[in-house]
Protein backbone atom coordinates (compact mmCIF):
# COMPACT_ATOMS: atom_id res chain seq x y z
CA UNK A 1 0.00 0.00 0.00
CA UNK A 2 1.25 3.56 -1.13
CA UNK A 3 2.01 5.62 1.99
CA UNK A 4 2.43 9.54 1.67
CA UNK A 5 4.44 11.91 4.19
CA UNK A 6 4.66 15.27 4.03
CA UNK A 7 6.70 17.56 5.71
CA UNK A 8 9.04 21.39 5.58
CA UNK A 9 5.73 23.07 7.10
CA UNK A 10 5.67 25.64 9.55
CA UNK A 11 5.07 29.14 10.37
CA UNK A 12 6.32 31.90 8.54
CA UNK A 13 5.97 35.61 8.16
CA UNK A 14 3.64 37.02 5.03
CA UNK A 15 6.61 37.07 2.45
CA UNK A 16 8.65 34.40 3.25
CA UNK A 17 9.12 31.00 2.30
CA UNK A 18 8.95 27.25 2.63
CA UNK A 19 10.17 23.91 1.15
CA UNK A 20 7.05 21.17 1.46
CA UNK A 21 8.62 17.74 0.95
CA UNK A 22 6.42 14.34 -0.07
CA UNK A 23 7.79 10.65 -0.18
CA UNK A 24 6.17 8.34 -1.78
CA UNK A 25 6.78 4.60 -0.62
CA UNK A 26 6.95 2.39 -3.15
CA UNK A 27 8.25 1.75 -7.29
CA UNK A 28 5.55 3.49 -8.68
CA UNK A 29 6.29 6.81 -7.94
CA UNK A 30 8.03 7.67 -11.03
CA UNK A 31 4.89 6.16 -13.57
CA UNK A 32 2.58 8.70 -11.26
CA UNK A 33 1.41 12.43 -12.02
CA UNK A 34 1.58 13.71 -8.71
CA UNK A 35 0.11 17.28 -7.19
CA UNK A 36 0.24 19.26 -4.27
CA UNK A 37 -3.26 20.27 -2.60
CA UNK A 38 -4.27 22.06 0.16
CA UNK A 39 -7.17 22.61 2.71
CA UNK A 40 -7.66 25.33 4.51
CA UNK A 41 -10.03 25.57 7.52
CA UNK A 42 -14.08 25.65 6.46
CA UNK A 43 -12.74 25.00 2.83
CA UNK A 44 -12.61 22.26 0.34
CA UNK A 45 -9.49 20.57 -0.42
CA UNK A 46 -7.94 22.37 -3.83
CA UNK A 47 -5.56 21.62 -5.49
CA UNK A 48 -2.73 24.19 -5.94
CA UNK A 49 0.22 22.65 -8.51
CA UNK A 50 0.76 19.10 -10.43
CA UNK A 51 3.61 17.67 -11.62
CA UNK A 52 3.77 14.92 -15.07
CA UNK A 53 6.02 12.14 -15.47
CA UNK A 54 7.12 13.99 -17.84
CA UNK A 55 8.12 16.78 -15.06
CA UNK A 56 5.23 19.14 -17.00
CA UNK A 57 3.77 21.54 -14.10
CA UNK A 58 0.49 23.27 -13.66
CA UNK A 59 -0.74 25.76 -10.79
CA UNK A 60 -3.69 27.26 -9.45
CA UNK A 61 -4.25 30.95 -10.58
CA UNK A 62 -3.53 31.80 -6.89
CA UNK A 63 -0.46 30.08 -6.81
CA UNK A 64 1.13 31.01 -10.65
CA UNK A 65 4.16 33.03 -9.94
CA UNK A 66 5.07 32.19 -6.23
CA UNK A 67 5.34 28.29 -6.03
CA UNK A 68 6.74 26.32 -7.90
CA UNK A 69 6.18 22.41 -7.92
CA UNK A 70 9.11 19.75 -8.68
CA UNK A 71 9.97 15.62 -8.04
CA UNK A 72 13.17 13.69 -8.06
CA UNK A 73 12.13 10.19 -8.85
CA UNK A 74 15.38 8.69 -7.82
CA UNK A 75 13.97 9.85 -4.01
CA UNK A 76 10.38 9.01 -4.55
CA UNK A 77 9.96 12.44 -3.69
CA UNK A 78 8.01 15.52 -4.96
CA UNK A 79 8.76 19.18 -3.74
CA UNK A 80 6.74 22.55 -3.46
CA UNK A 81 8.72 25.52 -3.16
CA UNK A 82 6.68 28.80 -2.01
CA UNK A 83 7.71 31.80 -1.77
CA UNK A 84 5.90 35.68 -1.51
CA UNK A 85 3.52 33.78 0.76
CA UNK A 86 0.13 34.95 2.21
CA UNK A 87 -2.11 34.61 4.98
CA UNK A 88 -4.41 33.19 2.48
CA UNK A 89 -1.84 30.18 1.48
CA UNK A 90 -2.37 29.50 5.58
CA UNK A 91 -3.36 25.79 4.73
CA UNK A 92 -2.87 22.13 5.53
CA UNK A 93 -0.98 20.89 2.21
CA UNK A 94 -1.19 17.62 1.16
CA UNK A 95 0.23 15.59 -1.47
CA UNK A 96 -1.23 12.76 -3.42
CA UNK A 97 -2.01 11.32 -7.48
CA UNK A 98 -3.78 13.49 -10.08
CA UNK A 99 -6.49 12.35 -11.45
CA UNK A 100 -5.03 11.44 -14.72
CA UNK A 101 -2.75 8.80 -13.07
CA UNK A 102 -5.91 6.70 -11.39
CA UNK A 103 -7.89 6.80 -7.68
CA UNK A 104 -6.18 9.06 -5.42
CA UNK A 105 -3.91 7.44 -2.58
CA UNK A 106 -5.00 7.22 0.93
CA UNK A 107 -4.34 11.05 2.02
CA UNK A 108 -1.21 11.01 4.41
CA UNK A 109 -1.28 13.46 7.74
CA UNK A 110 -0.38 16.80 5.78
CA UNK A 111 1.63 19.32 6.88
CA UNK A 112 0.32 22.43 8.56
CA UNK A 113 1.22 26.07 6.90
CA UNK A 114 0.78 28.94 8.39
CA UNK A 115 1.42 32.43 7.72
CA UNK A 116 0.94 35.05 9.62
CA UNK A 117 0.26 38.70 8.96
Known amino acids: QVQLVESGGGLVQAGGSLRLSCVVSGSIFRIQNMGWYRQAPGKQRELVAG???????NYADSVRGRFTISRDNSENTVYLRMNSLKPEDTAVYYC???????????WGQGTQVTVAS
Open 96 to 106: NRLPTSGREFN
Open 51 to 57: ITIANAA
